[in-house]
């Protein structure tokens, strides 16, 4: 847990993709290429996403020790009982309102991003990454309406 933590201050984000290494490593040469990552919905590899905010409640709830593990404290792609699908994700062509819209629902910060078509992991959307985008189209429309305004409505 402490390395998943580790990697994301260091690489300052707020939750990372986990994977089955065992799926991941599709052809088994024990060497994970960016190709197998780049394809991981398609083997099944995307084993669940860990956030700060898992940490955090690991933390408040006493469950953090030197051996406790990643997939202890993270979400699951799939729950393990009753094998339903978990992990919500966005399609890559998705407005930002809808990814807004799937977080708030789900109350949480970060959101894979899965072409579920072609089975591609595209990256993680953060709340950050929603408001920044949200501001710029604000920003945008604005300068429209400076522009219509200054220019007498033609």
Do not use: W
């Not at 290429?33 to 669940?48: C, D, H, I, M, T």
């Not at 579920?116 to 929603?130: A, K, M, N, P, R």
């Amino acid at each position: 847990m402490d390395d998943a933590v580790r990697k994301m201050y260091a690489m300052d984000v707020g939750a990372l993709v986990v994977m089955d290494f065992q799926k991941l490593d599709v052809d088994k040469s024990k060497k994970i290429r960016l190709e197998e990552l780049y394809y991981s919905p398609k083997s099944n590899a995307v084993a669940g996403i860990v956030s700060e905010r898992d940490y955090l409640r690991a933390v408040a709830t006493n469950k953090v020790t030197d051996l406790t593990t990643v997939r202890e404290i993270m979400t699951p792609a799939v729950d393990e009982i009753t094998g339903k699908r978990q992990l919500i994700s966005v399609e890559p062509y998705c407005s930002v309102l809808a990814a807004m819209q799937a977080m708030t629902i789900g109350h949480f910060r970060h959101i894979p991003v899965i072409d579920s078509e072609l089975q591609t992991l595209e990256g993680i959307v953060s709340l950050g990454d929603v408001a920044k985008a949200l501001i710029a189209e604000q920003d945008d429309e604005i300068d429209v309406l400076e522009d219509y305004i200054t220019s007498g409505g033609k």
